[in-house]
C-alpha cells in the first residue's frame, strides 16, 4: 500500500480528533459539556485498551488460548467488585484536587513532595516501556501496512525509523491536545471527549475485522473453530487448561490487571482526575466491562484465522492488519490500521499528560521551589514556565520511550512490555491501598514500601532484560550475580517455581507491603500526615471538603493574591478570590488577611496546579504560622484530642454565654431597681404636691365661706397660700432642675464666685431652720480650724454659675441642719488647687454601707432622722459639685455625725497682673442674687425638697 | 362642744383648721410631732382627733394603733388625714381603728361635715 496514502489517512483522522476535541472545548466553554454523559465517562475509561489490546490480545490467543482474558477479567472484576475503592479516590481526589496518581500518594502521606516525587519517578520508569510499546506497535503497524514486512526499524538510522517519527509525531500530538490551554489545570474536556471517540474508532475498526474474518472468510464462529479443531496446534488453544496458562498464571494475571485499571497513570487521570461526576460510576461499571467484552469477542477467531492461515511462525501481532491485507480487503486493512493507531495515540496522549503532570508538579517544581537563585518567587507570572515544563517532560518522555524501543524493543513481545509496566504501577498498591483503608500507614512506611518494592521490581524484570540486549551477561540469569545463586533474578531466595513476571510480582509486592507495614507501625506521623490520613480515610464521614490543617495560619491576602496569580494566572485568580468572598458573604475590598480557611482555600487551588506537595511548600512561603512549634505538641497527641478540642471550644462557648447571660441579667436587674426608684420618685413627688395644694385649698375655702373676715384675720390665710404657691413653684422646679442636671452642657455661663461670700448667704439662708431647732451654726473661712472672721487677702474665688453654687450648698446646709443634734459647722478654707467648703453635724451619722447610697437620686439612706426626704437634695449638690469640675464627698462615722466635703478647682489667676477678682472684673457672684433671703419668712430659698415643709 | 386635737406638721394647714374648729366652738390643742401624741392624749383625752399620717418621729397608723390601746382610747373619734390616696392606705387606716379617712387635699367642709357626724354619734 502507498505509504502516502496511510499518512494522509494517520493525518486526516488526527485533524477528526482536533476537530472533536475542538468541539468538546467549545461546548465547554458554553457550558454544555459533552462529557456530561456517563457513557462518555465509560467509553474513556477503555483507554486501557491500547494497540497492546488491539494487536497483543490476539498475538497472546495465537499462543496461550483464552490466557489473554486475565488482562480483561481484572479490570471487570474491579469494575464490578472494587468500585467502592474507586469511589472513594474519586472523592478523596476532588475534594483535595488530586492531579496524579503520584500528587495521591504524595497528598495522603503528609503532602510529602519526597514521597510524591519518588512516585513519579516510579510511575516514569513503569510507564516508559508501556509508552514504547505504543511506538512499538503503531511503527509496526505502519510498516506492515506498507507491505516493509521483515524490517527491522531497529538497525536503520534514526531518521529511518519509524519509531522515531511515530514517537516525534505523538510528542507533537500530546503537547497540542494535552498542553494546549494556557490554563494548565481545568480538566482536559477535549481530551476526554477525543479518547472516548477513539475508544469508539478502535471497537469499530476491531469488530469490523473480526466480523470480516469470522462471517466473510469463514462461514460464521462454528466453521472457523471446526477448521481450527482440524489442526492440533491450534486444537490445544480451546481448553481453558491447556496451551501454555496454568490455573496459577489466570489467577496472578487476572489480580494484576485488577491493580492496573486502578493504578495506571493514565487511568487515573482519566477515572479520576477527569472524572466531572461521581454518579458516573454506576453507568461505568456496566458499560465498561461490556466494552471490554465486546472488544475481545474476535479475539480468539482472529487467533485461530491467523494460525491457519499464516502458520504458528508467523507474526501473531499483526494478525489483526495482515488478515484482511491477505484477504484483499486493503480498505479494513486501513481501518484496521487506524483502530490500532487510535488505541496507540489515546493512551499515549493520555500517558504522557499524566505524566508530565507527574514530572512538572513532583519532580521539577519542587526542586525550583527550592533553588534560591531562580527566584521563582518573583515573578509575577509562572503559568507560562509551567507549560513550558510540561511541554519539555512530553518530548522527554516520549524520547525515553523510542530509546527504550530502540534498545530493547525487538526482544519483547507487546505483552511482555506490557507486564512489565503492570507490575511497576502494582508498586503503588500497597501505599494507595493502604493509604484508603489504614489510617496507620505512614509517609515512612510507604516511602519505604514504594522504594523497595521498585527496587526488587527493576532488579527482577527490567535489569534481566539487559541480558537479551547483551548489556549483562547470561550468567547474571542463571548463576545470579557474582555467582551468588540466590540473588538469581529470576528465582530470588531459590524461588524458581514461577514465571518471571509472577516472580517479579511476588516479591515486589510482599516486599513492597512488608516495609510499608512494619516501618509504618515502628514511625510516629506528624500532624499533617495524621490529619491527611483522617482526611482520606474517613472521606465518607465528612460533610464537606477537608478541614483546614492549616490550622492558626494566616496569611496577607495580598500576598495569596500575587500567589494564586502567578500560577494561575490573573483572571482566575481575582475570579477565584470573588468566588470566595460571594460564598462567605464578604466583602472582597474588605478582604486584607486571610484566615485559616481562605488559606487552605488557596492551597487548595494551587494543589490542583502543582500538587499538593508543592502547593503546600508555596503557600507556606507566604504564611505566617503563629505558633510553629505546635506541630510538634500535636505529634504527640492522639485523634481524640479533636474531640477534646472541640469539647473545650464548646465549653469556653458556653462559660462567655454564661458570662454574658449573668451580665444581662445585672443590666436587667440594675433597669428593674431604676425603674423602682423613678417609681418611688414620682410617687414621692405626688405626695410633696398634695401637701402645699392642701394648705392653698384649705385656706382658699376658708376665705371664700367666710368673706366676713377682718382683712388682718384675711391677710395671714392670704399670705399662707401665697407662700404655699410658692413652694409649689420650687417643687417642679426642682424636678425640672433635676432633669436638666441629667442633660449637661445646658447651664448658664460660668463666671468668678467667690464662696466665702456665697457661704455667708447661705448660712443667713437656713439661720431661721436652724432657730427653730435651737442648733448652733458656725461658719468659718480660712486655713485655720478656729473660727476667725475671713481674711479678705484669702482668695476663695472659682468658676461657675452662682446659682447652682449657691443651691448646691444650701442642699449640704439643710441637710445637716436638719439632721444635727445640736451644732453645724460652715467652712471655707482654700487648698492648693481649689477651695473646699465643709458642712459638719453633730448627727447620728451615716452607716458605711449607705455612704454611697445617700448621693443616688431616688434612694434614700436607712437614716434616722426628722423625716424621710425624696433623696433628691443630696443627688442635685453632688451633680452640681462635678458639672463644676469638683468632688463631693461624705466622710462619717455612725454615731459620731456627718462631714460633707465640697472640693472645687479653684479660678485660674487672671492674664495680666489683675489683683483680685473684685477690683478689674466684674464682681464675683454670691449666689444671693435670686435665691430670696428674706430673713422674715422662712424657708423661703429653700431648694431642697427635704426641706419643703415649714416648721410651725 | 368638745376637745379636738389636730395632729399635723404642716402649720399652713393646721391654720385653716384650728380657725373653723375654734370658730364652731371646740377647744383645739395642736400637736406637730408624732412622738407627742400620746402624752397630750394621757394629759386630756381629746374626744376627737384630726391624724396626719406623714410625722415626724411615729406615723399615723402606728398612732392610731397605740391610742385605740390606751385607757378610754376606745372612745375617741380619730379622722385621718393623709396624702395617701390609694383604696388599699383607706382600708388599713380604718382598719387600724380610724373612724374616717379623708385624702388631701380634702375640701375643708368635708372635714368639718366629718367632725360634726362623729361627735354627734358620740
Not at chain 1, 511506538?135 to 510498516?143: E, G, N, T
Not at chain 1, 423613678?678 to 413627688?685: E, G, I, L, N, P
Not at chain 2, 400620746?38 to 411615729?58: G, K
Amino acid at each position: 500500500m502507498h505509504e502516502p496514502l496511510i499518512l494522509l489517512l494517520a493525518a486526516a483522522y488526527v485533524g477528526v480528533l482536533f476537530a472533536v476535541a475542538y468541539y468538546a472545548d467549545e461546548q465547554a466553554a458554553l457550558g454544555r459539556s459533552v462529557i456530561q454523559s456517563p457513557v462518555v465517562y465509560a467509553l474513556s475509561l477503555a483507554v486501557y485498551c491500547t494497540a497492546w489490546t488491539f494487536y497483543g490480545s490476539v498475538g497472546r490467543a495465537a499462543t496461550t488460548g483464552p490466557g489473554f482474558l486475565p488482562i480483561y477479567l481484572g479490570p471487570t472484576l474491579t469494575a464490578i467488585l472494587g468500585w467502592v475503592v474507586l469511589r472513594k479516590m474519586l472523592r478523596i481526589s476532588k475534594h483535595h484536587r488530586i492531579t496524579s496518581i503520584a500528587d495521591f500518594i504524595g497528598s495522603r502521606y503528609g503532602k510529602s513532595a519526597g514521597l510524591a516525587g519518588l512516585a513519579a519517578v516510579a510511575a516514569l520508569l513503569g510507564v516508559v516501556p508501556y509508552l514504547a510499546l505504543q511506538l512499538k506497535a503503531i511503527s509496526a503497524s505502519y510498516l506492515a501496512l506498507s507491505g516493509q514486512v521483515g524490517v527491522d526499524p531497529g538497525t536503520a538510522p534514526v531518521h529511518q525509523d519509524t519509531a522515531f517519527w511515530t514517537a516525534a509525531a505523538l510528542a507533537v500530538f500530546t503537547i497540542l491536545f494535552g498542553t494546549r490551554h494556557l490554563d494548565v489545570t481545568e480538566r482536559h474536556e477535549g481530551i476526554v471527549a477525543a479518547i472516548a471517540f477513539e475508544s469508539v474508532v478502535k471497537l469499530v475498526a476491531f469488530l469490523a475485522v473480526g466480523g470480516f474474518v469470522t462471517f466473510g472468510l469463514y462461514d460464521g464462529f462454528g466453521d472457523l473453530f471446526r477448521a481450527g479443531a482440524a489442526v492440533p496446534d491450534v486444537r490445544d488453544l480451546y481448553t481453558l487448561g491447556g496451551g501454555t496458562t496454568g490455573m496459577m498464571e489466570w489467577v496472578w494475571l487476572t489480580g494484576l490487571s485488577m491493580l492496573a485499571v486502578l493504578l495506571l497513570p493514565r487511568q487515573f487521570q482519566i477515572g479520576v482526575v477527569e472524572n466531572i461526576d461521581e454518579s458516573h460510576l454506576r453507568t461505568a461499571i456496566w458499560l465498561f466491562p461490556l466494552y471490554l467484552l465486546a472488544i475481545n469477542l474476535f479475539v480468539l477467531p482472529l487467533a485461530v484465522a491467523g494460525l491457519l492461515q499464516f502458520g504458528s511462525a508467523a507474526e501473531a501481532d499483526a494478525f489483526v492488519l495482515t488478515l484482511p491485507l491477505a484477504a484483499g480487503n486493503d480498505a479494513l486493512a486501513l481501518l484496521a490500521f487506524l483502530g490500532g493507531f487510535s488505541a496507540g495515540t489515546g493512551m499515549v496522549i493520555v500517558a504522557a499528560t499524566a505524566l508530565t503532570t507527574m514530572i512538572c508538579n513532583d519532580l521539577v517544581v519542587p526542586v525550583l521551589l527550592r533553588i534560591p537563585a531562580l527566584r521563582l518567587a518573583e515573578r509575577s507570572r509562572l503559568t507560562g514556565l509551567l507549560l513550558a515544563i510540561r511541554r519539555g517532560g512530553i518530548v522527554c518522555i516520549l524520547l525515553l520511550a523510542f530509546l527504550y524501543v530502540r534498545t530493547f524493543g525487538q526482544e519483547h513481545s507487546l505483552v511482555a512490555i506490557g507486564l512489565i509496566s503492570f507490575a511497576a504501577v502494582a508498586q503503588f498498591a500497597p501505599s494507595v491501598l493502604g493509604g484508603l483503608y489504614w489510617k496507620g500507614g505512614t509517609r515512612r512506611g510507604a516511602m519505604a514500601g514504594l522504594v523497595a518494592g521498585v527496587l526488587v521490581w527493576g532488579y527482577t524484570l527490567p535489569l534481566p532484560s539487559l541480558v537479551d540486549a547483551g548489556w549483562l551477561e547470561p550468567s547474571f540469569i542463571t548463576a545470579g550475580p557474582f555467582g551468588w545463586e540466590l540473588l538469581r533474578p529470576y528465582a530470588l531466595l531459590g524461588l524458581d517455581v514461577f514465571e518471571p513476571v509472577p516472580h517479579a510480582l511476588f516479591w515486589s509486592l510482599l516486599v513492597n507491603a512488608g516495609a510499608y507495614v512494619v516501618v509504618s507501625v515502628l514511625t510516629r506521623p506528624t500532624l499533617v500526615e495524621r490529619s491527611q490520613a483522617v482526611q482520606f480515610v474517613d472521606v465518607f464521614r465528612r460533610a464537606g471538603p477537608a478541614a483546614p490543617h492549616t490550622g492558626r495560619a494566616t496569611a496577607p491576602v495580598e500576598e495569596l493574591r500575587k500567589l494564586l496569580r502567578r500560577y494561575l494566572g490573573g483572571r482566575r485568580a481575582d475570579r477565584a478570590l470573588a468566588d470566595y468572598a460571594r460564598q462567605h458573604d464578604l466583602d472582597p475590598a474588605a478582604l486584607t488577611r486571610a484566615d485559616a480557611e481562605l488559606v487552605h482555600y488557596a492551597e487548595q487551588l494551587l494543589s490542583g496546579v502543582l500538587g499538593a506537595a508543592s502547593a503546600r511548600v508555596v503557600v507556606n512561603s507566604v504564611v505566617q504560622k503563629k505558633r510553629p512549634f505546635l506541630d510538634e505538641v500535636m505529634h504527640m497527641l492522639d485523634e481524640t484530642q479533636q474531640a477534646l478540642a472541640t469539647n473545650r471550644e464548646l465549653q469556653a462557648k458556653r462559660r462567655e454565654l454564661q458570662r454574658t447571660t449573668r451580665e444581662l441579667q445585672a443590666a436587667n436587674a440594675e433597669l428593674r431597681e431604676l425603674d423602682r426608684r423613678k417609681d418611688d420618685f414620682v410617687s414621692t413627688v405626688s405626695h410633696e404636691l398634695r401637701t402645699p395644694l392642701t394648705a392653698i385649698r384649705a385656706n382658699a375655702e376658708l376665705l371664700r365661706d367666710h368673706p366676713a373676715l377682718d382683712p388682718e384675720q384675711q391677710a395671714v390665710f392670704l399670705d399662707t397660700i401665697v407662700r404655699e404657691v410658692r413652694r409649689l413653684a420650687r417643687l417642679v422646679d426642682q424636678v425640672l432642675d433635676l432633669q436638666r442636671l441629667d442633660a449637661p452642657g445646658d447651664g448658664s455661663p460660668h463666671r468668678p464666685v467667690d464662696l466665702r461670700r456665697l457661704v455667708a448667704n447661705a448660712a443667713a439662708a437656713v439661720r431661721p431652720q436652724v432657730q427653730k431647732r435651737n442648733l448652733r451654726l458656725s461658719v468659718a473661712v480660712g486655713r485655720g480650724e478656729d473660727a476667725a472672721p475671713p481674711p479678705e487677702s484669702e482668695p476663695c474665688v472659682v468658676d461657675g454659675d452662682p446659682d447652682r453654687l449657691f443651691q448646691g450648698v444650701l442642699n449640704l446646709l439643710s441637710n445637716a441642719t436638719k439632721y444635727a443634734c445640736a451644732s453645724v459647722d460652715l467652712r471655707v478654707r482654700p487648698a492648693d488647687d481649689a477651695v473646699e467648703v465643709i458642712v459638719a453635724d453633730d448627727g447620728d451619722g451615716i452607716h458605711p454601707d449607705d455612704q454611697d447610697i445617700i448621693f443616688q437620686p431616688f434612694t434614700q439612706a436607712r437614716r434616722t432622722g426628722p423625716q424621710p426626704g425624696s433623696g433628691l437634695g443630696l443627688a442635685i449638690a453632688r451633680r452640681i459639685v462635678e458639672e463644676h469640675g469638683g468632688t463631693l464627698a461624705v466622710d462619717s462615722e455612725p454615731g459620731e455625725g456627718a462631714t460633707f466635703r465640697v472640693c472645687l478647682p479653684v479660678r485660674e489667676p487672671p492674664a495680666s497682673g489683675e489683683r483680685t477678682p473684685e477690683k478689674e472684673s466684674p464682681p464675683p457672684a454670691t449666689g444671693c442674687d435670686e435665691p430670696e433671703l428674706d430673713s422674715g419668712r422662712p424657708k423661703a430659698t429653700s431648694p431642697s425638697i427635704q426641706d419643703l415643709r415649714s416648721a410651725p | 362642744m368638745a376637745t379636738v386635737l389636730v395632729v399635723d406638721d404642716e402649720p399652713s394647714i393646721v391654720l385653716p383648721l384650728r380657725f373653723l374648729l375654734e370658730k364652731q366652738g371646740h377647744e383645739v390643742q395642736v400637736v406637730s410631732d408624732g412622738a407627742r401624741v400620746l402624752p397630750a392624749v394621757r394629759d386630756r383625752t381629746p374626744d376627737l382627733i384630726l391624724l396626719d399620717v406623714h410625722l415626724p418621729s411615729r406615723d399615723g397608723y402606728d398612732l392610731c394603733r397605740a391610742v385605740r390601746a390606751e385607757e378610754g382610747g376606745e372612745a375617741v373619734r380619730i379622722v385621718m388625714l393623709t396624702v395617701n390616696s390609694r383604696e388599699v392606705d383607706r382600708a388599713k387606716g380604718l382598719a387600724l381603728g380610724a373612724d374616717a379617712y379623708l385624702t388631701k387635699p380634702f375640701a375643708i367642709d368635708d372635714v368639718l361635715r366629718q367632725v360634726d357626724e362623729l361627735l354627734r354619734v358620740r
